[in-house]
Structures are given as structure tokens and as C-alpha cells.
């Protein structure tokens, strides 16, 4: 299979996380619940994988490193932390529904930092002129799931920081493939899936807690048993019932793979893919694809749609020939709005630091033909 749907979640792992999630189901219990051999082997996975995560983004203290189901876990107990109900919140034109849904279900009075595809200074703008009318927070994603778009978060934060607005950043198609150091960003809250970019298993994911969270979920920690409080400490506040010790692991596998490769190689590698896909494209009767002139702008994620050709029928047509690509609306609708795609969605490609030139020529070759 030529695999292009790293955006929804990485298929392809190092074999170093397969074999870390073979290992615990083998050798693991839970942790904090006993002294003997499987569980302290839990524990110490745990810590190594929630200390490696400090270390990779710039977070003080690990136990302010919080081991979540997903991103949308992540985001929802950030949200749920600053936002009452009924409050005032500034998104950016390009958040994924595990943003906005959370928004709305509480309620929010939600206002758009809208600004064009890829025009960075134009976000910056947008921001700065929605933080001065007041929020009690701000969420901007680092990089778009439809497009790759890696917005301004580093001006956004800084914009943030002076207006007194608590920021909660969504690094969902971000980690793993750019740096970010929690300290110098500022943020109150980043959440990031373990599944995508750090290569981990499904059913991870990781919360860095730069302010005091409130709980999503209660339950039993293995701390304080005699109180019917959750604990006050992290990270045992956050994460109540047993750990998902097998995808921890390989969560943690991910993390050194990351580290040993480089972010930087990561990224460099998937922007060129992305280039070559849509170079190719480009030369198509009917194709348009959205890419940013600027090669840092935009990470491994391109949209395109054909004239007269229904997203799904694109994508249908390139499952029988066995081309994973994924079509519509991404669980993004805001952000189609904002690029001008709300009507039909788009086709995505989105690779992995284990996808070749190989993969997007077969892919190329498919469109030719299909086309």
C-alpha cells in the first residue's frame, strides 16, 4: 500500500516502537499499584517516556508532562481549565473541530482570528486585533491539518503574554517535526497525539501543562487512596484510571526515535515530498493545489481538488489501486472556510519521515491515469 494519510495517523513506525509495545504487554502491570517486578517496570517506562517528553519540549517539570488518550483528550481538559461557560474565547481561522466542538459545547462566545491561507503577517494581525477586545483564552493551532500551514504561534504567543490572555496551543501536525520549547513559548496548555508525528500507537497522546488544570475525568490513581478528592499534584490529578502501558511504551520508543533523527531531517524530508506531489500535480488538466511559495511555511500536508471531480470520487479511486489519501472536510470545516474550500472539501496528501520519492511518483502515475 502507498501510504499518504499521516495527517489522520502515522501507519508506518520504527520497528523500535512495535517491539516496545510487544515488550510491556509481555513484562507490565500497572504502575503505582505494587512493588513487584511488572509494576515497577511500569513505572519506570512511564517516567522515562513522560521525562523524555520534558526534555524534547522544553517542560521544567515532568510531572507537568500529562499522558492523555489523543490530542482532543488534551485540548478538551485544557479548554475545560480556562474557558466557564458561556466565556470568551479567539481561535484561529484554522482549528480542528477538537477545538470548536469542546467551544461550543460549552457555549463559548467564539471569535475568529480570520486571515488568508498562508499569509502569516495577516494572522499576526488578525490576532493582535481580536486579543485587544479581551478573551479568557486563546487557542491556535502550530500547523493546519488540511493544508500544512504552520501558523505565526510563536508571534501569537508573545501577542498573548502581553495582552494577559492564557494561550492553549494545538501541536496535533506539529510534534515531532518542529521544535517547541514550552518554557520560551509560554503557554498555559500544549496537547499533542502520540500516534502522528512522535510515531507512537494509537490511544496516546501528550498534554504539557504550563497552568493548573482542572480534572476531566475522576478515578482511581494509585495516590491518596483514603480521600474521595482527586489529588491536588500532578501528574496524578490528570490521569486517573490504569495507563495504557503497552501504547505508553511505544509512545516512548517514538520519542527517541524522534530524537535520534532530528525534527529538522523530519521536516525537511516531508516538505520535499510535498513539493515533488505537488509539482506533479500542478501539471494536471482541471487540478489546484493549495501550496505556499514560502518552503518553510507549510509542513508535510497538501490539499488539492479537481475541476468537476467530487473529492470522495478521487479518493474512492485511489483506494482500488490501493493509495491511501483522505477526502472532505478533515474534521476541519473551519479551516476550509478560511483557505476557500467549504464547497466539497479537498483531496489530502500527508506523508511521514517513512514515505519515498518512490511512494509519490506511484501516486502521481495513479492521478495520470485516473484523471
Not at 35 to 59: D, H, I, N, P, Q
Amino acid at each position: 500500500m502507498i501510504y499518504l494519510d499521516s495527517a489522520a495517523t502515522t501507519f508506518r513506525k520504527p520497528s523500535s516502537v512495535r517491539e516496545a509495545v510487544m515488550n510491556a504487554m509481555r513484562t507490565m502491570s500497572s504502575p503505582g499499584r505494587g512493588g513487584y517486578r511488572s509494576a515497577r517496570a511500569a513505572e519506570e517506562t512511564l517516567y522515562s517516556c513522560r521525562s523524555l517528553a520534558a526534555e524534547m519540549f522544553g517542560v521544567g517539570e515532568p510531572e507537568r508532562v500529562i499522558l492523555t488518550m489523543n490530542a482532543t483528550h488534551g485540548l478538551n481538559i485544557a479548554i475545560k481549565s480556562l474557558v466557564p461557560r458561556g466565556g470568551k474565547v479567539i481561535i484561529s481561522g484554522y482549528e480542528h473541530n477538537a477545538v470548536t466542538r469542546p467551544l461550543y459545547a460549552l457555549g463559548a462566545d467564539v471569535s475568529v482570528a480570520v486571515s488568508p491561507l498562508f499569509d502569516k503577517q495577516a494572522c499576526i494581525d488578525a490576532f493582535a486585533a481580536s486579543l485587544r477586545k479581551g478573551a479568557d483564552a486563546a487557542i491556535c493551532t502550530v500547523c493546519s491539518n488540511v493544508y500544512g500551514y504552520v501558523l505565526p504561534v510563536g508571534e501569537i504567543a508573545s501577542l498573548c503574554a502581553e495582552a494577559g490572555i492564557p494561550l492553549i496551543v494545538d501541536a496535533s501536525q506539529s510534534a515531532g517535526a518542529l521544535r517547541l520549547n514550552m518554557s520560551e513559548l509560554g503557554a498555559a496548555f500544549v496537547a499533542m497525539p502520540g500516534h502522528k508525528g512522535l510515531y507512537g500507537p494509537q490511544g496516546t497522546g501528550l498534554l504539557l501543562c504550563g497552568a493548573d488544570p482542572l480534572t476531566l475525568i475522576e478515578g482511581g490513581t494509585g495516590s491518596e487512596s483514603l480521600r474521595q478528592e482527586m489529588p491536588m499534584f500532578l501528574p496524578d490529578r490528570l490521569e486517573a484510571g490504569t495507563h495504557n502501558m503497552p501504547g505508553i511504551a511505544g509512545l516512548e520508543a517514538g520519542l527517541r526515535y524522534i530524537s535520534s533523527v532530528t525534527p529538522e531531517r523530519i521536516a525537511n524530508h516531508a516538505r520535499s515530498l510535498v513539493r515533488r506531489a505537488a509539482e506533479g500535480l500542478s501539471g494536471m488538466k482541471g487540478v489546484k493545489v493549495y501550496l505556499s511559495e514560502d518552503y518553510a511555511a507549510q509542513l508535510g500536508v497538501l490539499s488539492f481538488t479537481v475541476s468537476g471531480r467530487e473529492c470522495e470520487d478521487i479518493s474512492e479511486a485511489l483506494a482500488r489501486l490501493n493509495i491511501a489519501v483522505r477526502a472532505g472536510y478533515h474534521c476541519a470545516p473551519l479551516a476550509h472556510r478560511s483557505g476557500g474550500t467549504l464547497d466539497g472539501g479537498t483531496v489530502r496528501l500527508s506523508v511521514s519521515a517513512f514515505e519515498q520519492n518512490a511512494d509519490i511518483d506511484v501516486f502521481l502515475k495513479a492521478m495520470r491515469g485516473i484523471l
